[in-house]
């Protein structure tokens, strides 16, 4: 066995915290020979937000790459500066999109952010990750005492008394901020209780709607549009009751937290599946979605977890892919949306492939109102708690975005991941308060009417 072939980067006693091999296009490997399918081309730069802001080639995609490949070589000099290249990636994979080999290099960075030290053992991720995975109803009424903060107007106090810093995490300080609404029910306590979704006597589903912690806990009202859309157009299905997809585990460093995540949601899949027979799993926030599709490399060294994963994997869907632009027409309350456009959602397009199926939908309800987004497939800055940690970075990337919503006068900006939401809709209000960032499921559920 060759040296490089365990995900080493500062020391074996960090080797459970890493991926035992990468799937990637060219097949199964080692994080090495991942990054070694580099050949430092340089197409990836043309695309890298980071790199296009900067011009600083180690915060680039091809230099991520490289950084970790002299980590694991025992080459890199300075460690530090390979932590801000690995740190500052937004993991939007619109390098692997551009690249000919598709070096998964938002992948790259994860594994070596994972052998930064202390990388995922804050106070809130540890606290958020295992409540969330041990004690979701605790998470929830601490999510829900921090909202009636908020509404109290406390939770301001909070940062201006610095109890953020003093807890480790004043990010919160700006995350709490970025939230408008403070939703007190949250969507999985709703669909529950709807009888038209309980699996409960049902034989067969069309569709299983998988509730990701975005729409459940800020969104609710996406993840209940999400639910009337696909009932209106698929026809009938079940809320899965699902756990966390495990995605802040992943992105944070706590793998052994994202494996449980993800089988005790490959066991209720089993569940339904052996009562309903077989049925897609449908989420509403591309990030979530693309993630659970690569399940099975959270289980590359487990031969008996892996096949469930991969058929897991496989049933899953985003529902900007699911609805039939055929069976769809638009109301004549679209007009009051004015000019629309489509944000390309990063998880989307570079993680799933997904570009085509919205925009068919999309042009079809807008007619002579859509706007095509330049860069639409750039990304907007948020990319989950980046907005926050990485704050002149997103900030520089998101105003990129608006000023490419501003050239289009839409009034109407339509995405598919929550992050995103948060983050153009934080811009919007500041910079172009005559647009709204709206969710693909609630434009659907408001604007869209279904043909036969």
């Not at 296009?52 to 002299?70: K, Y």
């Not at 004043?170 to 403070?182: H, N, R, T, W």
Request: include cysteine; aromatic fraction near 10%.
């Amino acid at each position: 066995m060759s040296k490089y072939e365990i995900n080493e980067l500062y020391g074996s006693d960090s080797e459970d915290r890493h991926l035992k091999t990468l799937l990637t296009d060219l097949g199964e490997r080692t994080l090495y020979d991942a990054a070694s399918q580099c050949n430092r081309c340089g197409y990836c730069e043309t695309v890298c937000p980071t790199y296009m802001l900067t011009g600083r080639e180690t915060i680039s995609a091809r230099g991520r790459n490289q950084f970790v490949r002299l980590l694991l070589e025992g080459k890199a000099k300075n460690t530090g500066n390979a932590a801000e290249a690995l740190n500052t990636c937004l993991l939007c994979g619109a390098c692997t999109s551009a690249c000919y080999a598709k070096v998964p290099t938002a992948d790259i960075a994860l594994e070596g952010r994972r052998s930064i030290t202390g990388y995922g053992n804050s106070f809130f991720s540890k606290l958020a990750v295992e409540t969330l995975l041990n004690a979701p109803h605790i998470f929830s009424i601490w999510l829900k005492f921090v909202y009636i903060l908020k509404y109290l107007g406390l939770a301001r106090l909070a940062g201006w008394l610095g109890l953020y810093d003093f807890l480790g995490i004043p990010a919160l300080a700006d995350a709490q901020k970025a939230v408008g609404k403070i939703p007190l029910r949250f969507a999985s306590e709703i669909l529950k209780k709807d009888p038209a979704l309980s699996a409960r006597g049902k034989t067969g589903a069309a569709w299983a709607y998988f509730a990701p912690c975005g729409p459940n806990y800020i969104f609710p009202e996406v993840a209940l549009a999400t639910a009337r859309v696909l009932t209106k157009h698929l026809g009938e299905g079940v809320f899965i009751e699902n756990s966390c997809c495990g995605l802040l585990a992943n992105n944070y460093g706590r793998l052994e937290d994202a494996r449980e995540f993800a089988k005790k949601n490959i066991l209720r899949y089993e569940e339904l599946k052996a009562s309903l027979g077989d049925f897609a799993v449908i989420g509403d926030c591309s990030s979530c979605v693309a993630f659970m599709k690569t399940y099975e490399q959270l289980f590359t060294g487990d031969e008996a977890w892996r096949p469930r994963a991969a058929a897991f994997a496989k049933a899953v869907k985003d529902i900007l892919e699911i609805i039939p632009p055929e069976k769809v027409t638009s109301s004549e309350k679209a007009q009051s949306a004015g000019i629309i456009t489509y944000h390309d959602s990063c998880r989307a397009c570079h993680g799933q492939g997904i570009r085509y199926e919205p925009r068919s939908v999309l042009k079809k309800l807008a007619g002579q109102q859509w706007r095509e987004l330049p860069e639409s497939d750039w990304c907007c800055g948020g990319a989950g708690a980046y907005a926050f940690t990485q704050s002149a970075m997103s900030n520089a990337i998101l105003k990129r975005k608006l000023k490419n919503i501003a050239s289009t006068q839409a009034k109407t900006v339509v995405v598919g991941a929550t992050s995103c939401l948060i983050q153009i809709n934080g811009g919007l209000k500041a910079a172009y308060p005559t647009a709204t960032a709206i969710h693909y499921s609630v434009f659907l559920d408001k604007f869209g009417e279904r043909i036969g």
